[in-house]
């Protein structure tokens, strides 16, 4: 079982070179069933390894399996080695089963493209990237997976190479997460000096013993992690590149801008926890950044008229849930949503993804209309993601996973009131803009009709897609509907639970409000969006939209402060001004050459009189010795 | 015989030395150099007779001999160099006569 | 014994391929090609004997030269060497082949100055008396400017001359302080001699010291290149042929690195440890500098050339960390930028050599054209970035956490070239393969030749990254000689190995280990 975990990364590993090295030869159907089929058997095997973790009746319940020794040079030690726990489980599964699903949907996407072969190497490259960042058992490796998930982004996002402006979108995402990177890879530094070790489980064990709570060190090496993972997660300050990174083919913002690679950060805190537990002023910034993100990416997606682009404010929006829920301790609700919010948005990019392709490629939803009954199939599809991303009570799987992590957000002892209320006006936008995408795309007036009926290959994972976003929510129920804990039972065995506040049982009621507030949503968005009274008219060309359409602004303020002043230094100097002194050298040898060629200028008298003047100063100095 | 000082008759070959040296710096025609190098040979010559006289010795004339058939020599082979200036040049001025300076192109 | 042969096989292959131009232009290539061929071989048996530690060296030989002045020819390998050694035989084999069929003109003499260099190369990297190590330093001088000042491009003949200057003028630096170091070990200890050995532990009095390490300085800042001695680099790699970009960017820088390691830090233990700050900082600037100018330019080949300029800041910041994980990351630099940056050189080679022009802004969208060319420039411009997997990434990781443990500031400020190298890197790929296409040229994709230039360099820059370990266990003996040599004579420095690094109250993190 222990070599099975070695093998899971490295099939799609294969396949990437597989398809690199032969692509030109295979045939479409060839290359798209084996960059697909590789992340399948990467499933089927996670799947196989889940059901022996949660059957192994022995105390420890990981696999690990060591590869070989990567670096060992003076005392530094990093091996090339793998650990599946129950949290890593719960990530590979996403990624390779929703994964799959994806490449699935890309055969049949990515049909007609020229690329085909150079797309799915460039998603398997990622899929391995991500598999390695969850299954690194030290920090170093998960590093090297981190960054291959930034390259694998950058790759896809400027897919469509010969526009220029993907091009530009890709260059902003791995700039801005390298950012973050960087800020991340001091922190590694830091650990290292202090404990000796890359592997993660040691460094918590000794930081748990060695830090005290609240110590400076523990806190600038948290946050430093944290600028890490903010990074990746696009969450405050750093969350400018991923709405952006909608330049990429719709799978690519499915799988890796949605499923995977912008929860990465999330993986990273819920893995390092001890490092964050030891520094609660950082968990509390957690807190705080997931609040002002999901408040901010909400009252932005509001805004927007691409379809994509609703759909990244969107994640951008449901990660800050789940930071939220990380920054309050609630570390298994936390997963629970990642783990949903992967179904779901999934879903919702692969859909609207459909439509895009169906519509000969247009993004703008005001463009769109009447789908309703020109697609049924994406229609229904489409709004069971919806419904599940605005939490529908009780029969989506998105209520139960925002549901636990609201009531965290008041209950834990690290949670108050103003996170809980933060939460619930999030709700409130995300089912208002959930349901504006839906009526203004799929009810109303046809504008753009579909040129075409999407295949099996598309829909299918829509299909299944939708299933697990409504019935996925059933292993975690909250106490007040059955109580049923498997979920974060499987978490706890690996991260530590939430502590709540002493408190009575309330969580009903906050099920209620949050339930209520969904449904308001809704209608409202009912009333304005399909109703259209005139005053969203004059709304909509409001300057109030406009600021909530560029993102609250942020793009302007880094092109002003960081990416304006960084061109100017570097053109100014672009002829190097140390070469001065080699010019001036150079212009003094001159110089000199040209004084000294005054005292030839072939004139005769010239000449005597220097003989002269010379023999003069020459007996001068006889007669004077 | 006027006994004139030592002194006094050198300064007189001084003074004449000087006037071929200043003659060579300021002509300009190629024929008065000349004749200037001439007037410094001769203020040299006279020294060497001033100085024979002095200490008595024919050594000085003899000497003088020698400058004389130098300077013969040496103004035939200077004569013969003007006249291809000359031919080269068409004029005697020196000045004209400077492709040996350094053109800074 | 061995090492004087592969010297003197590499001198004579130099002098047939002159004769053999004048037959034809196949036979230099050939001829170079076999030379170094044998010399690589002769150097990999040594590859798996295990190198003994202490002051012992693999190989050691001596001999008599004129001995009324101390001068002997001494010749020793050692892991560092034998590594440079390994790295020099497979660039230069690598370059006669992309010379192949971009040098057409004199092409016996090209390979007579190609072979020249290398053997001045080879003869820097195993000299252990001064005045020979002086001797081959010159050596790789002139045949290296007539390499830039015939086969190069328009502005050749100033790069050459610029080459030239510099380095003649640092390495006269150089020699004054070799003959001060002469005659100051002849008067302390009476024996007047040029030997490395011999003269390890020379008493100097600290102002002396800080002399004659400056003169060597000055030679090993300005060949490493250390910004504000760098000028003559992006010059001369811009306007050298290929070949000659190569052997410069991955086999001349390293000289410099290469004697820091072997002479100022063992020779002048206690006047570098003062310089160290100066150095790590110089270090700093050169990497941020030079990424900063990366990024501006539009030429191709000085872009390059200017990342070389900051890739090299991470080596002088690392050997004045003064510990042995930075060492074992400066050796892995070492290797590692000359491969990855040799290959964006060859890179750029190939595309001048189809589209003759080296203006990035006449480029664009060329991966449709040549995708194989496309996905190697993406694979070096990665591990320019320092990618993990590749091995440019295992040398900076090493490098900055040994400053970090020697500074923190520092190691700090240099992870902001992280950043900066993203910039210039993607800026590459940006202009070069992707986005409209500035100009419709027509080009081919990459012959065979060419094909396995790049994939060999590909599977050694991935090797690197993935298994980095036998490079360690070649070069560790060799640098704890170096560390060794270095601290017996200085304070001794208390390695934070493993243990906690304790932060004052007021959390002041300027420096965590003493004394500078």
Not at chain 1, 299 to 311: C, T, V, Y
Not at chain 2, 70 to 99: M, P, R, S, W
Request: with cysteine; net charge neutral; aromatic share 14%.
């Amino acid at each position: 079982m222990n070599t099975i975990i070695a093998i899971i990364p490295a099939l799609p590993f294969i396949s990437f070179l597989i398809l690199v090295l032969f692509g030109g030869k295979l045939s479409r159907r060839a290359s798209g069933w084996i960059g697909a089929g590789s992340v399948g058997i990467a499933a089927l095997l996670t799947i196989i390894t889940g059901i022996s973790l949660l059957n192994s009746v022995t105390g420890e319940k990981y696999y690990t399996i060591i590869l070989w020794k990567w670096i060992h040079a003076a005392n530094l030690n990093a091996e090339i080695a793998f650990r599946l726990d129950s949290l890593s489980l719960i990530f590979c599964f996403v990624i390779t089963f929703v994964g799959f699903l994806i490449h699935i949907y890309s055969i049949g996407f990515m049909e007609k493209d020229e690329g085909f072969t150079r797309f799915f190497a460039y998603m398997n490259l990622f899929v391995c990237s991500m598999l390695i960042l969850v299954l690194a058992d030290n920090i170093l490796l998960m590093y090297l997976g981190w960054e291959g998930v930034g390259l694998c982004s950058y790759l896809l996002i400027g897919f469509w190479y010969k526009e220029p402006e993907n091009g530009t979108a890709a260059r902003k995402a791995f700039i801005i997460t390298r950012i973050g990177d960087t800020a991340m890879i001091i922190g590694i530094f830091i650990l290292f000096v202090s404990f000796g070790t890359f592997n993660i489980q040691d460094i918590m064990q000794l930081a748990q013993a060695k830090w005290a709570v609240g110590s400076s060190i523990a806190v600038i090496t948290a946050a430093l992690l944290l600028g890490g993972a903010l990074g990746k997660s696009a969450q405050l300050p750093l969350q400018t590149w991923l709405p952006d990174a909608m330049a990429g083919p719709s799978p690519v913002s499915a799988l890796i801008h949605a499923a995977t690679m912008v929860t990465a950060g999330v993986y990273l805190i819920a893995r390092t926890n001890v490092l964050f537990s030891l520094a609660p002023a950082v968990q509390t910034v957690i807190a705080i950044i997931g609040a002002l993100t999901l408040l901010i990416a909400g009252f932005s997606a509001l805004a927007q008229h691409d379809l994509k682009r609703i759909l990244a404010y969107s994640t951008i929006s449901q990660i800050g849930y789940m930071f939220l829920a990380l920054g309050v301790g609630a570390y298994s609700a936390a997963i629970f949503h990642f783990m949903i919010h992967a179904f779901f948005k999934a879903l919702l990019f692969l859909a609207a993804g459909v439509i895009i392709l169906v519509l000969n490629e247009e993004h703008d939803i005001f463009k769109m209309g009447g789908l309703r009954k020109k697609m049924p199939a994406v229609f229904w599809t489409f709004l069971i993601g919806s419904a599940s991303l605005s939490a529908l009570p009780l029969v989506t799987a998105g209520f139960y996973s925002k549901d636990a992590i609201l009531w965290f957000s008041y209950s834990s002892i690290n949670g108050s009131i103003i996170l809980w209320m933060a939460g619930v006006m999030g709700a409130f936008l995300t089912a208002l803009y959930s349901f504006r995408m839906i009526f203004i795309t799929f009810f109303g007036k046809t504008n753009t009709e579909p040129s075409f009926k999407a295949g099996i290959l598309m829909t299918a994972p829509l299909l299944i897609l939708a299933v697990l976003s409504l019935f996925g929510g059933f292993v975690e129920l909250p106490a007040s509907l059955g109580s049923v804990h498997l979920f974060s039972g499987l978490v706890n065995q690996v991260l530590p639970g939430v502590v709540i506040k002493n408190i009575e049982n309330m969580e009903w009621l906050f099920q209620l409000i949050s339930g209520v507030i969904a449904l308001s949503g809704i209608y409202l968005a009912y009333r304005f969006y399909y109703r259209k009274p005139a005053y969203m008219e004059t709304f909509k060309n409001s300057r109030l939209n406009h600021f909530f359409e560029k993102g609250f602004e942020f793009d302007k303020v880094y092109d002003t402060v960081f990416v304006k002043p960084v061109v100017w230094l570097a053109e100014t100097d672009k002829k190097d001004f140390f070469d001065q002194l080699n010019i001036s050298i150079a212009k003094l040898a001159l110089l000199g050459n040209r004084v000294m060629s005054l005292t030839e200028n072939g004139k005769l008298r010239w000449y005597l009189l220097s003989f002269a003047i010379g023999i003069a100063l020459i007996l001068t100095l006889m007669m004077t010795q | 015989m006027l006994t004139v000082p030592v002194e006094t008759q050198i300064l007189f070959a001084g003074i004449l030395f000087f006037i071929g040296l200043v003659g060579l710096l300021v002509r300009r025609n190629l024929v008065f150099m000349l004749m200037s190098i001439e007037i410094m040979f001769n203020s040299a010559g006279l020294v060497f007779i001033i100085a024979a006289r002095h200490w008595d010795q024919p050594d000085g004339q003899v000497m003088f001999i020698f400058i004389l058939a130098v300077t013969a020599v040496e103004v035939a082979i200077g004569l013969a160099l003007i006249l291809q200036v000359y031919h080269h040049f068409k004029t005697l001025d020196v000045d004209a006569i400077n492709k040996l300076k350094d053109d800074n192109s | 014994m061995i090492l004087v042969y592969i010297i003197v096989i590499l001198l004579a292959g130099a002098f047939l391929a002159w004769i053999s131009g004048n037959l034809s232009q196949v036979w230099p290539r050939i001829i170079s090609l076999i030379t170094l061929s044998i010399d690589l071989l002769l150097i990999i048996t040594y590859l798996t004997q295990p190198t003994p530690f202490s002051s012992k060296w693999m190989i050691d030989i001596q001999y008599d030269w004129i001995t009324q002045f101390g001068i002997g020819i001494h010749f020793a390998l050692d892991g560092l060497s034998l590594l440079m050694l390994l790295l020099t035989f497979v660039l230069g084999i690598i370059s006669v082949l992309i010379s192949w069929k971009e040098i057409n003109v004199k092409v016996g003499f090209f390979h007579f100055n190609l072979l020249l260099i290398l053997a001045g190369i080879v003869g820097v990297f195993l000299s252990l008396d001064l005045f020979l190590f002086y001797f081959f330093w010159e050596l790789m001088l002139v045949p290296m400017y007539f390499l830039i000042g015939i086969w190069g491009h328009e502005n050749r003949t100033k790069a050459a001359y610029k080459f030239f200057l510099y380095t003649q003028a640092s390495g006269l630096l150089m020699f004054i302080s070799i003959i001060a170091l002469y005659f100051v070990h002849g008067n302390s200890t009476g024996i007047f001699t040029f030997d490395y050995i011999q003269l390890l532990g020379t008493h100097m009095a600290p102002s002396t010291a800080m002399l004659i390490m400056t003169g060597f300085l000055a030679a090993f800042l300005v060949k490493l290149p250390v910004v504000p001695l760098h000028n003559w680099l992006p010059d001369a790699h811009s306007e050298a042929p290929t070949a000659g970009s190569l052997i410069l960017a991955a086999l001349l820088l390293k000289t410099g690195a290469y004697g820091l390691f072997r002479f100022i830090v063992p020779l002048f233990p206690a006047a570098s440890v003062t310089f160290a700050p100066i150095g790590m900082a110089l270090g700093v600037i050169g990497i941020l500098y030079g990424a900063k100018l990366a990024f501006a330019q539009t030429d191709l080949k000085r872009l390059i050339a200017y990342t070389s300029v900051s890739h090299m800041g991470f080596v002088i910041l690392g050997i004045f960390s003064f510990n042995e994980l930075a060492y074992q990351g400066v050796v892995m630099q070492m290797i590692a930028h000359g491969i990855s940056t040799g290959a964006l050189f060859i890179m750029a080679g190939q595309l001048t050599e189809r589209i003759h022009t080296r203006d990035i802004t006449q480029m664009g969208g060329l991966w449709e054209k040549a995708p194989f060319m496309g996905a190697i420039g993406l694979i070096f411009s990665m591990a320019s970035l320092g990618l993990p997997g590749l091995g440019n990434f295992i040398a900076e990781l090493l490098i900055l956490t040994g400053a970090f443990k020697a500074s923190i500031i520092m190691s700090v400020l240099a992870c902001l070239g992280l950043i900066a190298a993203t910039l210039y890197s993607l800026r590459i790929m940006q202009k070069v393969f992707y986005g409209k296409k500035n100009n419709d040229w027509k080009m081919n994709d990459l012959s065979l030749r060419e094909k396995i230039i790049s994939i060999t360099l590909v599977i050694i820059i991935a090797g690197l990254g993935f298994y980095p370990q036998p490079v360690f266990d070649i070069a560790k003996p060799a640098l704890l000689k170096t560390l060794e040599q270095h601290t017996d004579k200085t304070v001794q420095q208390k390695e934070p190995v493993g243990e906690e690094f304790k932060l004052k109250s007021n959390t002041s993190l300027y420096k965590i280990s003493n004394p500078l």
